[in-house]
């Protein structure tokens, strides 16, 4: 048994509002997504599902091939692995759009817990990233990667290094990030220029603290233990992302940081629950 959706080369066919759960499998050990797999060439829509418990060598939820360019959007990605990468979504040489997820409680025994990206060009932004676990990157890894990573928030997430995001190589931008309680490390920069290091973050652990508008300390959540990480009229976050009116709030105001700030915020109602 392969994954339970496959989308087909040139596809470009929508998946809404479904929830993608696999049975064993006698293939997981070489499963490309055990939930989803994207062909090369194809851009599927993935929106409003559940995809839940599923697992494979690479892309326990989701696998995007390479040129592939899935738009990935409002889903809850929750309790899927990977005996490799990229325990919620891999995307290998594709160019991914991720936003407004929910990846919470996945896990990959290499790298990217939630998210792994190998020789992409993926835009990540507005996901909150909540509890993932890998051997480095428990929230996002990127190897050789021109990712743009922008307006999320990483909670929680474990690794042995880089338990926020980890990149490797490659001219990955990082942009209004929030990284708060991730450990070991929030961020883990290894062979990268100048232009990967990140700008107009808060990163909990005070890497970075004064460069290029990065700040620390509390981002005052409404309340991170039920899962609201909404941010509180008091948190430092507030208007202090990026000025490039790019990332410009949808009220006109400075960027927020975090998922719930930039032009393509997460709606405010948006709260999680997960496994503690």
Avoid at 50 to 73: E, K, M, Q, W
Avoid at 81 to 110: M, Q, Y
Wanted: aromatic share 6%; proline share 4%; with cysteine.
């Amino acid at each position: 048994m392969g994954p339970v959706v496959i989308f087909s080369r040139g596809s470009k066919a929508v998946l809404d509002g479904f929830t993608i759960t696999s049975v064993d499998s006698d293939r997981v050990l070489d499963l490309k997504g055990g939930g989803i797999y994207c062909a090369p060439e194809s851009a599927p829509v993935i929106t409003n599902n559940v995809i839940v418990g599923n697992r494979a060598v690479f892309g326990g939820a989701i696998y995007c091939d390479t040129l592939s360019a899935p738009v990935i959007h409002n889903n809850t990605i929750l309790e899927n692995s990977a005996s490799v990468t990229g325990g919620g979504i891999l995307s290998f040489r594709s160019s991914a759009i991720i936003s407004n997820n929910r990846l919470i409680d996945n896990e990959a025994a290499n790298s990217g817990g939630a998210i792994g990206g190998n020789r992409d060009s993926s835009r990540i932004t507005n996901n909150i990233i909540w509890k993932n676990r890998a051997g480095f990157g428990g929230g996002i890894s990127c190897d050789r990667s021109s990712t743009e990573i922008s307006n999320n928030t990483l909670v929680l997430n474990v690794a042995d290094y880089g338990g926020g995001i980890v990149v490797e190589k490659g001219s990955v931008r990082l942009t209004n990030q929030i990284l708060w309680h991730n450990t070991k490390d929030e961020l883990y920069l290894k062979q990268v220029g100048p232009a990967a290091r990140p700008s107009y973050s808060l990163i909990g652990d005070g890497a970075f603290r004064g460069i290029n508008g990065n700040i620390s300390g509390d981002p005052l959540f409404e309340n991170a233990e039920t899962g609201n990480f909404q941010l509180r009229p008091d948190s430092p976050c507030i208007d202090s992302g990026s000025i490039d009116p790019f990332y410009t709030d949808t009220d006109g105001s400075f960027n927020d940081m975090g998922a719930f700030g930039g032009p393509g915020a997460l709606p405010n109602n948006t709260l999680l629950s997960g496994k503690d």
